[in-house]
């Protein structure tokens, strides 16, 4: 069993920065494909980046392009997405998920097999 716990949220200003961390336990981190994704209030959980199992390969929703970087360290069994230049549209929950099915992961959240709690991101004008 795979046990994710997502830190580093919390109330930042516009045009700042946060960095989400994501620790994995359970078998082998490389094993698992890590996405990100985000529910605000009143919307559907909707993808933000993901990243492969062996870490060579990410993919980015488009509104985060350029302001966001998805990364993994092996050795701390953690995933990490590096938020800058944040707007109040970016605030919601965030959720670190991970996959054994695909090994470059996926933008479909039914894809994912782990779901961590979840960490609020706060972005005020």
């Known amino acids: 069993q795979v046990q994710l716990v997502e830190s580093g949220g919390g109330l930042v200003q516009a045009g700042g920065s946060l960095r989400l961390s994501c620790a994995a336990s359970?078998?082998?981190?490389?094993?698992?494909?890590m996405g990100w994704f985000r529910q605000a209030p009143g919307k559907e959980r909707e993808f933000v980046a993901r990243?492969?199992?062996?870490?060579?390969?990410?993919f980015y929703a488009e509104f985060v392009k350029g302001r966001f970087t998805i990364s993994r360290e092996h050795a701390k069994s953690t995933v990490y997405l590096q938020m800058n230049s944040l707007n109040p549209e970016d605030t919601a929950v965030y959720y670190c998920?991970?996959?054994?099915?695909?090994?470059?992961?996926?933008?479909?959240?039914?894809?994912?097999?782990?779901w961590g709690q979840g960490t609020k991101v706060t972005v005020s004008s």
């Open positions: 359970g078998p082998t981190f490389s094993s698992l494909a």
């Open positions: 990243i492969s199992m062996n870490g060579g390969s990410t």
């Open positions: 998920a991970a996959t054994r099915r695909y090994s470059l992961g996926s933008e479909n959240h039914h894809q994912y097999d782990y």
